[in-house]
Each structure stands twice: as structure tokens, then as C-alpha cells.
T-cell receptor
């Protein structure tokens, strides 16, 4: 599975958009991009995933570049509760096989009041 | 609806004792995964269940670790003769494997401390 590169930390002002980048230059055509976050003492929380089209849900938007070598997770109006470590993962999950998520070090996002 | 539930949330035990960790997945999710997360580190895959079968046990670190799943629902991870290096958070996740590329949904884990 493709490796990902994320900045180790970022700050964002409360109420502003948080834009978290991820590079995945070795992604293959059938690998999806997943985003999770982990708040201290809790399990990882699923945020969003996509293949090549931009995706939006109630939590965030995912923008994937046309060449799929990078993506950006956007939290449109960051709140203090969005302070967490954010993980970008690329993975293909064909039916009938396991789907092992490997979480790297991620980006530690701090939302500042 | 209800998410993945794990119990106990915390477990402290003495070295050499056996422990059982329980996972209740989201209802209807056919796939279930166990991971281990040591302090400040990423997730380490342990085992994957599809239904009640475990096609991938490659991550179990030693024969002291075992897991089972019954009724395509509850799973139990058992660690025998615990060692101090077993101290970690043990996370369970489930997903709807009848559809490809579905995300895994995690519980909050069991924090295991071996004295």
C-alpha cells in the first residue's frame, strides 16, 4: 500500500477552516484515500474517504488532486473539539481480504481559541 | 446507532495472569479487526475476522495471543501469561465487508497495564 507524508503539526484559529495536506505520490489506481482522527484516550474516528472525486460529508471535505498524488482534508469551521491527531491512509480493500490500516504519525492539529 | 463497544475500558493485572478483552462490533458488520497501540505509536494489526473465521492471523505476536468470534458478532481477544511488554491499548474495529472499501469503525479500546 502507498505510503503517505503529512506535516507533524499544525495550528488553526477557532472558527477558521483547517486544511490538512497529505502526499501520496506512489498511490495506485485502485487505492482509496481515508482520513481518520484520534483524540487523546479515544479510538480512531472515521472522517471521510474517496477514490478520485472530491467528497463532502457532515464532518469534512476531501479534495483529491487530479493526478491523485496528494489530497487535502478540510474542516470548514474548526472548533476546539477538533484538536486531535489526523491520519491520512491509502489502501485498497478488495472483497474477501483483510483491510489492515497502518497509521503513521499523522498531523497533530491544535485549534486555538 | 450504537458504535463498536469494548470492555473493560481499563484492565490492570499482574504479570503472568491471563486476560480476556471483549469487542461488540456494530450490528451487521461482518468484518472485525483487532489492533494494538503502544503509547505514542501507530496501530499494529493483530487479527482479522470475516464472519466467525480468521483468514488473517499474521499479526498475533506470539502463541500467548488468541482470538475467537462467535455468532458473527462478539469477539474475545485472550492473552495468556501476560508480560509487561503486552501493556498497550487494544483496539477493535468493524466494517461492512459485504461492500468493498468500507471504512473501519473503531471502539475506544481497552487500556491494558501489566504490573
Amino acid at each position: 500500500d502507498a505510503k503517505t507524508t503529512q506535516p507533524p503539526s499544525m495550528d488553526c484559529a477557532e472558527g477558521r477552516a483547517a486544511n490538512l495536506p497529505c502526499n501520496h505520490s506512489t498511490i495506485s489506481g485502485n487505492e482509496y484515500v481515508y482520513w481518520y482522527r484520534q483524540i487523546h484516550s479515544q479510538g480512531p474516528q472515521y472522517i471521510i474517504h474517496g477514490l478520485k472525486n472530491n467528497e463532502t460529508n457532515e464532518m469534512a471535505s476531501l479534495i483529491i488532486t487530479e493526478d491523485r498524488k496528494s489530497s487535502t482534508l478540510i474542516l470548514p469551521h474548526a472548533t476546539l473539539r477538533d484538536t486531535a491527531v489526523y491520519y491520512c491512509i491509502v489502501l485498497k480493500t478488495p472483497l474477501g481480504t483483510g483491510n489492515q490500516f497502518y497509521f503513521g504519525t499523522g498531523t497533530s492539529l491544535t485549534v486555538i481559541p | 446507532g450504537a458504535g463498536v463497544s469494548q470492555s473493560p475500558s481499563n484492565k490492570v493485572t499482574e504479570k503472568g495472569k491471563d486476560v480476556e478483552l471483549r469487542c461488540d462490533p456494530i450490528s451487521g458488520h461482518t468484518a472485525l479487526y483487532w489492533y494494538r497501540q503502544r503509547l505514542g505509536q501507530g496501530l499494529e494489526f493483530l487479527i482479522y475476522f470475516q464472519g466467525n473465521s480468521a483468514p488473517d492471523k499474521s499479526g498475533l505476536p506470539s502463541d500467548r495471543f488468541s482470538a475467537e468470534r462467535t455468532g458473527e458478532s462478539v469477539s474475545t481477544l485472550t492473552i495468556q501469561r501476560t508480560q509487561q511488554e503486552d501493556s498497550a491499548v487494544y483496539l477493535c474495529a468493524s466494517s461492512d465487508r459485504d461492500r468493498s472499501n468500507q471504512p473501519q469503525h473503531f471502539g475506544d479500546g481497552t487500556r491494558l497495564s501489566i504490573l
